[in-house]
């Protein structure tokens, strides 16, 4: 969504409403999890985006504050089956702390030209989540993709229910990492039609990337611990 003003006017309060801010390294110990989900409060950041495993940590930490949780499902590689999506997103969602819930499509589908299995693989996991008022952010993987892949991938995400279509995972090794692009936004926001949000994800590091996005109309940004600081204008 266009926003009402240039994001270089916005506050630091009106700029971390678009982050979502990734504490996902699997290597991470708890003391990691913690100051860096404690960040992400401080900095006033829409979400946590959080592996599962630290659930109950980021739900402890969270609680009472302006900032929610993110978990991801079938992270990263997107590859169980339809079964164990909705199985993993129901177990998550019935918690009832859940804001929102970042699932992988099956990318090798998506190369495959398998549009229609997505959409119903997508569709599953979306009533689930939906059933609990959680919102779904659909992970294409773009930098595994042709820019005729992320559209069709993205059209077929949105006609299953998504909230959200979303760039990267910020895990992929199968190829150079361009993540969130301007032109790679642009796409998921054609292909959206104003049907379901974008949140790019995946390279956002500067300062003048981020705002540059937020003009362009993104909805929501998955940005590093690292980053937040520094394209929220608080660190160079």
Request: hydrophobic share 35%; net charge negative.
């Amino acid at each position: 969504m266009k926003p009402t003003k240039k994001a270089a006017e916005m506050t630091v309060k009106e700029l971390a409403a678009y982050i979502d801010q990734s504490v996902l390294k699997p290597e991470f110990t708890e003391e990691d999890v913690r100051k860096y989900i404690q960040e992400g409060v401080d900095f006033g950041c829409k979400t946590v985006c959080i592996n599962p495993a630290w659930l109950d940590v980021a739900a402890e930490m969270t609680k009472g504050t302006d900032t929610h949780i993110c978990v991801v499902c079938d992270f990263p590689f997107g590859l169980s089956t339809t079964e164990s999506k909705v199985t993993q997103a129901e177990m998550y969602c019935k918690r009832g702390d859940i804001f929102e819930l970042d699932v992988v499509a099956n990318y090798g589908w998506i190369r495959s030209g398998r549009y229609d299995d997505v959409e119903k693989d997508i569709r599953a996991v979306c009533e689930v989540c939906h059933k609990y008022g959680t919102a779904v952010k659909v992970i294409l993987e773009t930098d595994a993709l042709t820019p005729e892949q992320i559209t069709e991938g993205a059209k077929a995400v949105v006609r299953a229910g998504a909230d959200f279509v979303k760039s990267s995972t910020g895990f992929y090794t199968g190829g150079p990492c361009v993540g969130a692009t301007t032109e790679v936004v642009q796409l998921m926001m054609d292909a959206a039609e104003g049907k379901a949000k974008v949140k790019g994800s995946g390279c956002i590091r500067t300062r003048e990337h981020f705002l540059e996005l937020i003009d362009m109309g993104i909805d929501r940004m998955g940005i590093g611990y690292k980053s937040t600081p520094v394209v929220l204008g608080l660190k160079k």
